[in-house]
C-alpha cells in the first residue's frame, strides 16, 4: 500500500494564491470524501485545517479551502501570508488493511 | 473540552522495551479510534496505526508492521504503543490523534496530542 502524492513543495508571495495536491486511488481519496489537511509548523503538533475534502473546523480562516476532482484532493490558501510558512500534510480513508494513508508532506515557502 | 495528554520524554538504549501513552478526556474514549504518528527528525508524519478501543480492533502501517504494539486500557481512557527490542531508527517524535468516526470509519484527526520523543541512543 503506498501513500498519498503531494508535492514535496511550493511557494508564493505575500497576497497571492497557491494550491497543494495531493493524489491517491479509487480506495482512498476517489472513493470516500474523508480527506483530511493538516498543518505543521517547526517544532509544533499538527493542526487540522480541512476535513471531509472541505470543511473547516471552528476557528480556521477561511483563506484555506479544501477540494476534490477523481483521486486528487487539492488545498487551496488564498492571500498568502507569511504565517502560512508551514508543511501541510493530506491523509485520507483508505479500503486497505491501515485504514488510513497519509500523504508525504508539502512544504510551503512564502517568499 | 476534548484533550489527548502524552507520556513525557524517554531516552533509552537499543534493545530496551518501551511503553508511551495517551489519555483522552473530555469525550466517551471508547467510541473514538485513537492513532499513533511517527515523525522521525526531519522527516514528515508517518503513518504507525489505529485502534478503536470499544473492541480494539487494531491496523499497522506497513512500514512497522511486527515492530510495534498498539493497544487500550478503556477502564483508564488510555492508549498505549510499545516496543518489545527497540533500535535507534525508533528515534522520533510520536504523535497519538483522535478521529473523527463516523459508524466504524476513521473519518480525519480532529485532536491531536502534544507528542512524545523517544530517542534510542547508545
Known amino acids: 500500500q503506498s501513500g498519498l502524492t503531494q508535492p514535496a513543495s511550493v511557494s508564493g508571495s505575500p497576497g497571492q494564491s497557491i494550491t497543494i495536491s495531493c493524489t491517491g486511488t479509487n480506495s482512498d481519496i476517489g472513493g470516500f470524501n474523508y480527506v483530511s489537511w493538516y498543518q505543521q509548523r517547526p517544532g509544533k503538533a499538527p493542526k487540522v485545517i480541512i476535513y471531509d475534502v472541505s470543511f473547516r473546523p471552528s476557528g480556521v480562516s477561511s483563506r484555506f479551502s479544501g477540494s476534490k476532482s477523481g483521486n486528487t484532493a487539492s488545498l487551496t490558501i488564498s492571500g498568502l501570508q507569511a504565517d502560512d510558512e508551514a508543511d501541510y500534510y493530506c491523509s485520507s480513508y483508505t479500503t486497505s488493511d491501515s485504514l488510513v494513508v497519509f500523504g508525504g508532506g508539502t512544504k510551503l515557502t512564502v517568499l | 473540552e476534548v484533550q489527548l495528554v502524552q507520556s513525557g520524554a524517554e531516552v533509552k538504549k537499543p534493545g530496551e522495551s518501551l511503553k508511551i501513552s495517551c489519555k483522552g478526556s473530555g469525550y466517551t474514549f471508547a467510541n473514538y479510534w485513537i492513532a499513533w504518528v511517527r515523525q522521525m527528525p526531519g522527516k514528515g508524519l508517518e503513518w504507525v496505526g489505529i485502534?478503536?478501543?470499544?473492541?480494539?480492533?487494531?491496523r499497522y502501517g506497513p512500514s512497522v508492521q511486527g515492530q510495534v504494539t498498539i493497544s487500550v486500557d478503556k477502564s483508564i481512557s488510555t492508549a498505549y504503543l510499545q516496543w518489545s527490542s527497540l533500535q535507534a531508527s525508533d528515534t522520533a517524535m510520536y504523535y497519538c490523534?483522535?478521529?473523527?468516526?463516523?459508524?466504524?470509519?476513521?473519518?480525519?484527526?480532529?485532536?491531536w496530542g502534544q507528542g512524545t520523543t523517544v530517542i534510542v541512543s547508545s
Open positions: 490523534a483522535r478521529h473523527r468516526t463516523v459508524g466504524t470509519t476513521p473519518a480525519g484527526v480532529d485532536v
Open positions: 485502534i478503536y478501543p470499544g473492541d480494539s480492533d487494531r
